[in-house]
């Protein structure tokens, strides 16, 4: 854990300086950091429904396509590398939020990636978790009780993964669009 921490930290790092360097002009057209956007959301009636729906149609690919490709021998370089992407959006997405709301971008910020990522992050743990356990077990050739065991465990991780990204998808599409606009209210 401590290497994939460190890993993230560093492209954040280098989404801060990629920021930096392509300067304020990008990032005051950048989708959903555009002043126009914003202004927009601010008074948006979003049906939590829809989004739902949406973002479900969305995430879910993505979710099983990772979870399947993690599977195998390499698993923790597939985790490693969807970890490092997430630092390197979130150091290049909170420049931009600096540079275009000053010190305010940094409650932007919270507004795009709170409370849905209280649900999505444990979901990554325990997928990092998992792959970390099977590949220290891999060498361990065990006795159908403890292969049973195993895979019973590792059903229950997939459940709890799943019932979590649920969860996630849900305060992203009920109640993360309420908690924005109230954050732009106040940046405003």
Not at 58 to 67: I, T
Not at 120 to 125: A, I, K, T, W
Not at 161 to 168: I, P, R, V
Request: hydrophobic share 50%; proline share 2%.
């Amino acid at each position: 854990m401590k290497k994939t921490t460190f890993l993230f930290f560093l492209l954040f790092l280098s989404g801060v300086i990629c920021a930096n360097i392509s300067g304020i002009v990008y990032g005051r057209e950048l989708g959903a950091m555009n002043e126009y956007f914003i202004n927009r959301y601010m008074y948006a009636d979003i049906q939590g429904s829809n989004l739902f729906l949406f973002l479900f149609y969305e995430r879910l690919p993505r979710f099983v396509l990772l979870a399947v490709v993690s599977v195998g021998i390499y698993g923790t370089l597939v985790v490693d590398g969807y970890i490092c992407y997430l630092g390197f959006s979130v150091g290049f997405l909170s420049v931009i939020a600096i540079m275009n709301y000053g010190i305010k971008g940094i409650l932007m910020i919270a507004g795009f990636f709170l409370p849905q990522w209280l649900f999505y992050g444990p979901v990554l743990m325990l997928w990092y978790s998992q792959l970390q356990y099977y590949k220290k077990q891999e060498k361990e050739f065990g006795s159908g009780g403890q292969k049973q065991k195993k895979h019973m465990k590792f059903a229950a991780s997939i459940l709890l993964a799943g019932f979590l990204f649920l969860l996630g998808l849900f305060t992203e599409s009920y109640v993360n669009p309420f908690f924005l606009q109230k954050i732009i209210r106040i940046i405003e």
